[in-house]
């Protein structure tokens, strides 16, 4: 299980990550109309990715304050936030155009709104357009220097583009200006992507200090630095956190698919297809959808699997229909599932041309090796390695890749260290780890 990305985690596309969960907005700053005609809810507090409670009936008061002053900048700003809101909710991409459109019309009324800039940079997170993003992010600190959460804008795209010690820089300012459950967060990231994953704990844990009394935000961090223990192989505590997480925000479709990992770990296949339908059923994200697939195929329940990865293709088909870029989440499923595989290397070469991160460079590794290109595989596979980061993953990739290159002296050492690191590192390629060193 990869950790969920900072934000895009984290949003409906998750790697994950999530870039778009902590975007910023200024506290304080909202529409008069508006807010005479709906819930008072801050700024910053939508802008953070959690729930702020009814988001449909804060999407019709918003609305209703629009009729009546169509010329309210901040107002399409708030409804375009709280579209954004909505698609982490439901996983419905069609919110992201629509936060488009109105976030569009609040620049075109004031150019230097700064609630409607960041918001189009968080939209462009959450739609993989980080190029993007970054433009966006780095125009909102001109309107507003000293805002800290433009900086998280800015190093999240950053660090999917490859351009780590920009991102760091820009994650440290942020910490420096406003100490933050959002700052502490994506300073735990910068811990784990550097391979300091003591360190990473210890500022996840500060987040969750941080979001006591937040029930959403609670759940999210203790699913977070859940993580984190499960990326080091210790399954006890990752489940307390990811138990804590439902108990916090019961329902947490997160912490469903964290938990279904932790069943399919003790052999409980069938536990865990029941969790990971939980979080499937309530948001289709790709990454429930399929890994409740990998959960099918390992029970051998071959056609319920299929079934599976073929609904993954039509909720990729609407995500890239509402502007959502997917080449290179594409591009790993395919190599995963040996989806056309020449097709697919061409997917992975343009994924990793606009995303040359340590993920781009791995997932284009893994897609060169499992089409026999294993010599080009390799100096793509120590890239995706080159900042030290500890992901299980991406250490058995590159035991593959050497074991393809006939040296199984090395391959057998990236494969020890892969399942030394977490022996549960994937449902389909840590049981393959271990009957390769068998």
Same mark, same amino acid.
């Given at each position: 299980?990869?950790r969920?990305?900072?934000?895009?985690?984290?949003a409906?596309?998750?790697?994950?990550?999530?870039?778009?969960?902590?975007?910023?907005?200024?506290?304080?700053s909202?529409?008069?109309?508006?807010?005479?005609?709906?819930?008072?809810?801050e700024?910053?507090?939508?802008?953070?990715?959690?729930?702020?409670?009814d988001?449909?009936?804060?999407?019709?008061?918003?609305?209703?304050?629009?009729?009546?002053?169509p010329?309210?900048a901040?107002?399409?700003?708030?409804?375009?936030?709280?579209?954004q809101?909505?698609a982490?909710?439901?996983?419905?991409?069609?919110?992201?155009?629509?936060?488009?459109?109105?976030?569009?019309?609040?620049?075109?009324?004031a150019?230097?709104?700064?609630?409607?800039?960041?918001?189009?940079?968080?939209?462009?997170?959450?739609?993989?357009?980080?190029?993007?993003?970054?433009?966006?992010g780095?125009e909102?600190r001109?309107i507003?220097?000293?805002?800290a959460?433009?900086?998280?804008?800015?190093?999240?795209?950053?660090?999917?583009?490859?351009?780590?010690?920009?991102?760091?820089?820009a994650?440290?300012r942020?910490?420096?200006?406003?100490p933050?459950?959002?700052?502490?967060?994506?300073?735990?990231y910068?811990?784990e992507?550097?391979?300091?994953?003591?360190?990473?704990?210890?500022w996840?844990?500060?987040?969750l200090?941080?979001?006591?009394?937040?029930?959403?935000?609670?759940?999210?961090?203790?699913?977070?630095?859940?993580?984190?223990?499960?990326?080091?192989?210790?399954?006890?505590?990752?489940?307390?956190?990811?138990?804590?997480?439902?108990?916090a925000?019961p329902?947490?479709?997160?912490?469903y698919?964290?938990?279904?990992?932790?069943?399919?770990a003790?052999g409980?296949?069938?536990?865990?297809?029941?969790?990971?339908?939980?979080?499937?059923?309530s948001?289709?994200?790709p990454?429930f959808v399929?890994? *409740? !697939?990998?959960?099918? $195929? =390992?029970?051998g329940?071959?056609r %319920?699997? +299929?079934?599976?990865?073929?609904t993954? /293709?039509? #909720?990729?088909?609407?995500?890239?229909?509402?502007?959502?870029?997917t080449?290179?989440?594409?591009a790993?499923?395919?190599?995963?599932?040996?989806?056309?595989?020449?097709?697919?290397?061409a997917?992975?070469?343009l994924?990793?041309?606009?995303?040359?991160?340590?993920?781009?460079?791995?997932?284009l590794?893994?897609?060169?090796?499992?089409?026999?290109?294993?010599?080009?595989? *390799? !100096?793509?596979?120590? $890239? =995706?390695?080159r900042?030290?980061? %500890?992901? +299980?993953?991406?250490?058995?990739?590159? /035991?593959? #890749?050497?074991?393809?290159?006939?040296?199984?002296?090395?391959?057998?050492?990236?494969?020890?260290?892969?399942?030394?690191?977490?022996?549960?590192?994937?449902?389909?390629w840590a049981?393959?780890a271990?009957?390769a060193?068998?």
């Amino acid at each position: 299980m990869t950790r969920t990305r900072i934000g895009i985690a984290v949003a409906a596309v998750a790697l994950v990550g999530g870039a778009s969960l902590f975007g910023g907005i200024m506290r304080g700053s909202s529409s008069a109309g508006v807010q005479a005609r709906g819930p008072r809810v801050e700024p910053e507090r939508l802008q953070s990715g959690f729930s702020t409670g009814d988001t449909a009936s804060l999407i019709r008061a918003y609305q209703a304050g629009l009729q009546a002053d169509p010329k309210d900048a901040k107002g399409y700003g708030l409804l375009g936030l709280a579209y954004q809101q909505r698609a982490r909710e439901t996983g419905d991409p069609t919110y992201y155009t629509k936060s488009e459109g109105v976030l569009r019309r609040a620049l075109a009324l004031a150019p230097n709104d700064l609630i409607a800039t960041v918001g189009l940079g968080s939209l462009a997170l959450s739609r993989h357009r980080f190029g993007e993003a970054l433009e966006l992010g780095r125009e909102a600190r001109k309107i507003s220097p000293g805002m800290a959460r433009t900086y998280g804008v800015t190093g999240d795209a950053l660090v999917e583009l490859g351009r780590y010690p920009e991102a760091f820089d820009a994650f440290r300012r942020m910490i420096t200006l406003k100490p933050s459950l959002a700052s502490y967060a994506r300073w735990s990231y910068r811990s784990e992507l550097t391979g300091h994953r003591p360190a990473a704990i210890k500022w996840m844990g500060y987040a969750l200090e941080t979001a006591q009394g937040q029930p959403e935000a609670l759940a999210w961090t203790n699913v977070q630095l859940g993580k984190l223990y499960w990326a080091a192989g210790r399954l006890e505590p990752a489940e307390r956190l990811f138990r804590a997480s439902l108990a916090a925000f019961p329902g947490y479709v997160y912490g469903y698919d964290a938990l279904a990992q932790v069943e399919a770990a003790r052999g409980n296949l069938r536990r865990a297809i029941q969790l990971e339908s939980r979080a499937a059923d309530s948001i289709p994200q790709p990454q429930f959808v399929s890994t *409740l !697939g990998d959960l099918y $195929r =390992a029970r051998g329940q071959k056609r %319920l699997a +299929a079934e599976r990865y073929a609904t993954v /293709g039509v #909720i990729r088909r609407l995500l890239e229909a509402n502007g959502v870029k997917t080449d290179l989440e594409t591009a790993l499923f395919n190599v995963d599932h040996g989806i056309e595989p020449a097709r697919t290397l061409a997917l992975a070469r343009l994924a990793q041309r606009e995303r040359p991160s340590i993920d781009g460079d791995d997932v284009l590794a893994w897609a060169l090796a499992r089409t026999g290109r294993c010599e080009e595989a *390799l !100096g793509y596979s120590k $890239r =995706a390695l080159r900042l030290g980061t %500890l992901d +299980a993953l991406k250490m058995f990739h590159r /035991g593959m #890749i050497e074991r393809c290159l006939g040296r199984r002296v090395a391959s057998d050492a990236w494969l020890r260290r892969a399942l030394a690191l977490n022996p549960h590192f994937s449902i389909l390629w840590a049981p393959v780890a271990r009957r390769a060193l068998g």
